[in-house]
């Protein structure tokens, strides 16, 4: 039987195959990570909820299962960020109010599912108020810390989730991703997420923060566990009115496709002219890993993020106006703000906003008629330092709150599937986006794939903090 020190860095597919093959219980695997949460996480603040007694009855229910060596996530822990349903759980969603809601009488679905197939949850996660942030901080429960450098950000909202991945806390994360939040704490964190398409994975019993741009997806340290992950997870639900009725596409069995057949793009223009020098140089490495040499341009995409906004701020405000109207002393000033904002814009202003997303979706989708995938920088720098209020694009200081996402906002806008790889650069990793055509998760999968056997894209492991931490 491994030893349980070997196993804090192991694969969501490592766990799954020494559990089945019973060179691994999973109760042993669930102990490892409860205790290893239980002494990095007052450092890192990725939980805010340990689900110790339910792992552990969970893990002892894989053991006992006479067919687990069919199941692809035997033993395998994870955790949710906490605005998914957990039972027994009240929804939190990152927030003050939410706190006084009643208990989750059920799981989301997609809790269920990767529990179907043998995962173990283990946990909530850290996030930014409602969602509407980039940086990992939240007022009411602190900063998520970024595993490669406890003074700096993890990214947000999902940045719980992209630090307990990116420490080892847990092999599997689920995050949201209305306008980067899965590919900005993946950038920072130095893990793989994949947002896919919009309506791909069910929604329901998550709490919403807009409607029309709302994702959801994992967090994982190889290709290969977010393809097993996501797999489990695809199906049609009734209960989300936007999941697609798609028989399931499962991906996991053409990774090994790789490049063999595709077209792969760079994206120039606006999608560079702001990079920061480490974005520029994590893009170079994997387009000449991939023997990208043609750059093309998106027409429009800074028009698309400022559309996005409008959007994104309109249908927030409109979710949480009986809040504001109530409660708006208890939000994040910083959240309230941009929320009241929003409750103020024009509705003709929103529909111009609806206009031009039809069109620009149109000119997008023209591109993928010569391209399978195109490749995009993830974030427009490292991880900034926790606290930072601005920093410089473009030669400009701008607030970097608003500005992270800044290449994530017109890719989520539309709905696209994306993965986001990690470029182990020193002393901080950063990502780069894989962006396909709906539908076509598969695509961006086994490029990243491909990239990963290159060594071009790898999650590194942390700094030697965590050996010594109390």
């Known amino acids: 039987m491994a030893l349980l020190t070997d196993i804090s860095w192991s694969s969501a597919t490592q766990i799954a195959s020494d559990v089945a093959a019973g060179e691994l219980s999973a109760a042993a695997v669930i102990d490892n990570a409860l205790a290893r949460i239980a002494r990095l996480n007052p450092t890192l603040n990725a939980f805010t909820a340990v689900t110790a007694e339910r792992a552990r009855a969970k893990a002892n229910a894989v053991d006992a299962a006479c067919d687990r060596h069919k199941l692809p996530l035997a033993g395998v822990p994870f955790a949710v960020k906490n605005l998914f349903d957990i039972a027994g759980l009240a929804t939190v969603a990152g927030s003050k109010i939410n706190r006084a809601d009643r208990p989750a009488k059920q799981d989301s679905p997609l809790i269920e599912r990767l529990e179907a197939a043998g995962a173990v949850l283990v946990g909530a996660l850290n996030m930014g108020e409602y969602a509407y942030d980039f940086t990992g901080e939240n007022v009411h429960d602190g900063a998520s810390r970024n595993p490669h450098d406890l003074t700096r950000m993890s990214g947000g909202s999902s940045g719980g989730s992209g630090t307990a991945v990116g420490a080892g806390l847990v092999p599997l994360a689920l995050g949201s991703d209305t306008n980067g939040s899965i590919r900005v704490p993946s950038s920072f964190c130095g893990v793989f997420g994949l947002k896919p398409t919009y309506g791909r994975l069910t929604r329901t019993r998550t709490f919403p923060f807009a409607n029309s741009l709302d994702h959801l997806g994992p967090f994982a340290r190889t290709t290969r566990d977010l393809a097993i992950s996501y797999d489990a997870m695809q199906g049609s639900d009734p209960a989300d009115p936007v999941c697609t009725d798609r028989a399931p596409e499962p991906v996991t069995g053409v990774l090994a496709r ?213």
């Open 258 to 470: 790789g490049f063999d057949g595709l077209s792969i793009a760079v994206v120039g223009g606006y999608f560079q002219r702001a990079a920061f020098p480490e974005a520029l140089e994590a893009l170079s490495r994997v387009a000449g890993a991939a023997g990208v040499k043609q750059e093309i341009d998106i027409p429009e995409a800074q028009r698309a993020r400022a559309a996005a906004y409008v959007i994104t701020a309109t249908e927030g405000a409109a979710l949480h106006l009986g809040r504001l109207r109530k409660q708006a002393h208890d939000f994040d000033p910083a959240v309230r703000d941009r929320l009241i904002a929003g409750a103020m814009i024009p509705a003709s202003l929103v529909n111009k906003a609806q206009i031009f997303r039809r069109w620009y979706r149109e000119q997008v989708l023209k591109l993928f008629e010569r391209h399978d995938a195109i490749l995009a920088p993830a974030t427009p720098c490292t991880a900034p330092k926790i606290g930072q209020q601005t920093f410089l694009i473009d030669g400009v200081e701008m607030p970097l709150r608003t500005n992270v996402g800044i290449y994530t906002q017109p890719i989520s806008f539309i709905g696209l599937p994306v993965v986001a790889v990690p470029v182990p650069l020193k002393p901080l990793p950063i990502g780069v986006q894989i962006i396909a055509a709906p539908w076509r998760e598969d695509v961006a999968l086994r490029v990243a794939y491909a990239l990963e056997q290159t060594g071009a894209v790898m999650a590194p492991k942390v700094p030697k903090w965590h050996e010594t931490a109390p």
